[in-house]
């Protein structure tokens, strides 16, 4: 047999139960070729679970019909015909309200966020902190020897600890503080301005020397204890006065009136030719007195004197 | 123009399950969506569409209330319903814009960005199983 080629692809085409039904819509709406129309035709023709498949899509295009023709609750439709224009004049007028309210905050919150940045760029604190700041103003003349100055500093916003100056100080005198919180060098200077410039006071020791040789010794030596204690002189050593270092030797250790000096110095000079001398001594008297370390040794004796430095102050 | 946009969104409202209040307020916002874009015409058809499925999504976010107690008593719904509820979105979305709400093939398909022929399979295969729900 001749087939023509239509022919012979619809004998090769083999509509099967799946294929039917997958194409049932398409078949059912007519968008079909013939070649797929006739096949499923013959196969609807052949099997009644397909037939039945076609039934149900046609009931539930039906069924779609009848819903598309209900009607809508006609208060929903009008209400949405009627407030067409009712939402949106509703919205325009929200959002009318939103931009008068922000218009509104705009002065208030600009200004805040402005006085934010500028105390976070400045932050004036800090200028308030590292300023020097005069807290107390010292008089030296009126100044005690120790001046404690008994009262909290408030710099800044932090309580710091009681100072003390001490007299003398150099001028101006700069006292730095430090915080004692954060540990770091705060610099609160403080100058105390001062009028004039302190007086460095002598102190300085000093111890008189003297030497005398004498003819009778042991007579004189005496006479010389005596007159000592009669001018005001009081044992400073550890020995008594005239202590007999060697038989020939006397050693007179004593404090004496200042004034008294050039009346000792008279009196032994009748015993013969007198010597005194100064030196620096770390032993400060009290003003008004000196203290004087007096050898008085026999004069037709040979022997060489003891020097003072090696019997200083037994 | 808009009597007719406004049936089919209320349409599809109805048949998507959004209660009255939700399908009024969506049913308005797509009106007016729909006018800033100048899309209310005829032609526009597949805009339609695509507001009508972002509303729905937008309705979805929030909790939408499902099926509440309408007075459509003409047709029963129950079937619908069940349909709604248990076969696949994508084929009650075809079903309803195609048969329901009678956007066509070429609409359907520009709107969702698939091919005609996808809308078809899709539809077919809901209205079978649409068919199944009626037969019992």
Not at chain 1, 99 to 108: A, D, Q, T, V
Not at chain 1, 113 to 124: E, S
Not at chain 2, 5 to 22: M, N, Q, T, Y
Not at chain 2, 56 to 80: M, N
Request: glycine letters at 6%; proline letters at 5%.
């Amino acid at each position: 047999m001749d087939f023509s080629p239509i022919e012979r692809h619809i004998k090769r085409f083999r509509m099967t139960r799946f294929l039917c039904h997958e194409l049932l819509y398409d078949f059912h709406i007519g968008r079909l070729d013939d070649l797929r129309r006739r096949a499923i035709e013959e196969h609807l023709k052949e099997h009644h679970d397909s037939r039945q498949e076609l039934e149900r899509l046609k009931s539930a295009l039906s069924y779609c019909e009848l819903l598309s023709s209900v009607g809508l609750e006609n208060d929903l439709v009008e209400a949405l015909c009627e407030s067409r224009g009712t939402l949106e004049s509703t919205l325009w007028k929200s959002s009318q309200a939103v931009r008068e309210k922000i218009w509104r905050l705009m002065p208030p919150v600009l200004l805040a966020t402005a006085l934010t940045l500028g105390l976070v760029v400045v932050k004036p604190w800090r200028l308030l902190r590292d300023q020097p700041t005069t807290i107390a103003q010292i008089n030296k003349k009126t100044l005690n020897p120790v001046v404690p100055i008994d009262v909290p500093l408030t710099v800044g916003l932090r309580q710091l600890d009681v100072i003390s100056v001490v007299n003398p100080m150099p001028s101006p005198m700069i006292v730095s503080l430090f915080n004692p919180i954060e540990g770091k060098s705060k610099s609160q200077e403080i100058k105390v301005a001062q009028d004039e410039k302190p007086q460095k006071p002598v102190v300085q020791g000093a111890l008189w020397r003297a030497n005398i040789s004498v003819v009778n010794f042991s007579a004189t030596w005496p006479l010389i204890r005596d007159k000592i204690v009669e001018l005001g002189g009081h044992v400073a050593g550890s020995v008594e006065l005239g202590w007999l270092r060697r038989p020939n030797q006397s050693y007179f250790h004593f404090s004496l009136p200042e004034s008294n000096q050039e009346a000792l110095r008279e009196f032994l000079s009748t015993f013969g030719p007198v010597r005194f001398s100064k030196q620096i001594h770390p032993r400060v008297m009290p003003e008004g007195k000196i203290r004087i370390i007096l050898t008085v040794k026999d004069d037709l004796s040979n022997e060489p004197t003891i020097p003072d430095s090696e019997t200083d102050s037994p | 123009m808009d009597k007719k946009v406004i049936e089919k969104v209320a349409r599809f409202c109805v048949f998507s399950g959004f209660d009255h209040g939700l399908s009024q307020v969506i049913s308005q916002k797509a009106i007016i969506r729909l006018r800033r874009r100048e899309a209310l015409s005829m032609q526009n058809r597949s805009e339609w569409i695509k507001e009508f499925k972002h509303q729905a999504q937008v309705a979805d976010r929030l909790g939408r209330k499902k099926w509440s107690d309408r007075s459509e008593s003409s047709v029963d719904l129950t079937s619908w319903k069940a349909f709604f509820n248990s076969v696949d979105p994508v084929e009650v979305e075809a079903v309803l814009l195609s048969q329901i709400l009678g956007f066509s093939d070429l609409e359907i398909s520009d709107a969702l960005g698939v091919s005609e022929g996808t809308v078809r399979y899709r539809t077919g295969h809901g209205l079978r199983k649409l068919g199944g729900f009626l037969s019992y």
